[in-house]
C-alpha cells in the first residue's frame, strides 16, 4: 500500500454500480483511514465504517488493500433489515435498527442511481427521502442538522461548576464541532443545501424523528412494455409487462397458508413470475413471519425466473431473523 488511491470498491459493493454521490462518501472516508494507516502503519476498518456515525454508519465498505493487516473480526456481507424486502438495498445502518439504502425493483435494468428510503427495521414498508442518492443524502444531512437543532450542546446539570464541568466534557463539543465541519464538506462536495426544516415528497417530520406519509404512493420510472404495482411492503413489483397475468394475486388473511402457496406455483408455472412475486411478498407482509421459510422456495423462483438471482441470494440473508419459534394456531 503505496499510495492513497482507493480500493476498487465500486466494483463489489453493491449488485450496481455504486451511484457518484455515495462514491463521494467512501472516498472521503477511505482517505481519512488511509491517513490513519501512513501515521500509525495499521489499518483501522472501523475509522472507514463509522466516519459518519453522525448520520449513518457504512452498511458495505471497501476491502482493505494488500498487505493491510487487518483485525480477525473484520467482517464484510451486506444486510436485510428486519421487515424489509431484498428490493431495499441498504447503504447504512441507523444505529436502531433502521437503514438507509436504495429502492430498486429491477436490477437488471442496470440503472445508474435510484430512489432513498428509510427502513425502520420495526415495520414493515419504507419512508422515501429522495428521488436519487444526491437528495437522499441531503435529506439524512438536514436530518442531522434538525437533531442537533433539537438537542443542543448539553449544560452544565446544576450544582456543577460550569468551567470544570465544560472542561471535562470538551471531548463532546469537539466531536459536534468536527461533525459540523464534515457535515459542511460533505454539503459542498455534493453540491446540496441541507435545512433542518427541509422536506421530501413521502416523508414528514415528527419533531427530529422522520414519519412516513402513508397518502404517498411511490413512483418508478416504468420502460414501454413494462409495468408496476405497488405492493404491501412499499415497493411492489417492475417487471416486464408480459410477466404478469391479467389480474392481481388474492392474499388470504386467515390461515391456513396453502391457498397463498398453490396460487404462486401456478402462476410460475403459467410463466407470470411477477404476479407471483408480488402474492409472495404481499403475504410475507401480511402473515406472521413464521411463514417465511414457506414462503421462500416460491419466492426465490420468482426472482430467479425475472432474472433477479442476487436477490434469491438475499433471502438467504434474511432467513435466521425468521426462525423464531411458531405460535399460530394453525400448523404449517
Known amino acids: 500500500m503505496t499510495d492513497s488511491t482507493p480500493p476498487p470498491w465500486v466494483d463489489d459493493l453493491f449488485p450496481f454500480p455504486t451511484p457518484p454521490a455515495l462514491r463521494t462518501l467512501v472516498d472521503i472516508a477511505w482517505q481519512h483511514a488511509y491517513d490513519f494507516y501512513l501515521e500509525n502503519e495499521s489499518y483501522d476498518y472501523g475509522l472507514l465504517e463509522t466516519h459518519y456515525d453522525f ?3 457504512f ?37 436502531d435498527g433502521g437503514y438507509v439504502g436504495w429502492l430498486v425493483p429491477a436490477p437488471e435494468l442496470g440503472r445508474l442511481d435510484h430512489p432513498v428510503a428509510l427502513a425502520s427495521g420495526h415495520d414493515y414498508g419504507v419512508t422515501l427521502i429522495g428521488a436519487d442518492t444526491r437528495s437522499g443524502l441531503e435529506f439524512i444531512l438536514s436530518w442531522a442538522l434538525r437533531r442537533w437543532r433539537e438537542r443542543p450542546a448539553l449544560e452544565p446539570p446544576a450544582g456543577r461548576d460550569p468551567d470544570v464541568w465544560r472542561a471535562q466534557n470538551q471531548y463532546l463539543s469537539d466531536a459536534r464541532a468536527e461533525d459540523r465541519r464534515l457535515l459542511d464538506r460533505l454539503a459542498a462536495e455534493l453540491g446540496v443545501r441541507p435545512g433542518p426544516d427541509r422536506t421530501y415528497p413521502g416523508s414528514s417530520w415528527r419533531g427530529s ?3 412516513e406519509d402513508t397518502e404517498f404512493e411511490i413512483v418508478f420510472d416504468v420502460l414501454e412494455g413494462w409495468r408496476h404495482e405497488p405492493g404491501e411492503d412499499g415497493i411492489g413489483v417492475l417487471a416486464p409487462a408480459a410477466t404478469y397475468a391479467d389480474r392481481r394475486p388474492v392474499v388470504v388473511e386467515d390461515p391456513p397458508l396453502e391457498a397463498e402457496l398453490v396460487a ?18 404481499d403475504t410475507f407482509v401480511n402473515r406472521p413471519s413464521c411463514y417465511f421459510a414457506d414462503l421462500k422456495p416460491l419466492w426465490a423462483r420468482a426472482y430467479r425466473d425475472l432474472g433477479r438471482p442476487e436477490y434469491a441470494e438475499r433471502l438467504d440473508l434474511m432467513t435466521p431473523m425468521y426462525q423464531d419459534s411458531c405460535h399460530c394456531r394453525t400448523p404449517h
Open 264 to 281: 404462486a406455483a401456478h402462476w410460475l408455472d403459467a410463466g407470470r413470475p411477477a404476479t407471483a412475486l408480488l402474492g409472495l411478498k
Open 59 to 95: 452498511d458495505m465498505f471497501p476491502r482493505p488493500p494488500d498487505g493491510c493487516d487487518v483485525d480477525p473480526e473484520f467482517f464484510r456481507q451486506p444486510s436485510t433489515p428486519l421487515y424489509a424486502t431484498p428490493e431495499f438495498v441498504p447503504f447504512g445502518a441507523l444505529g
Open 55 to 57: 448520520i449513518f454508519d
Open 209 to 211: 424523528s422522520v414519519s
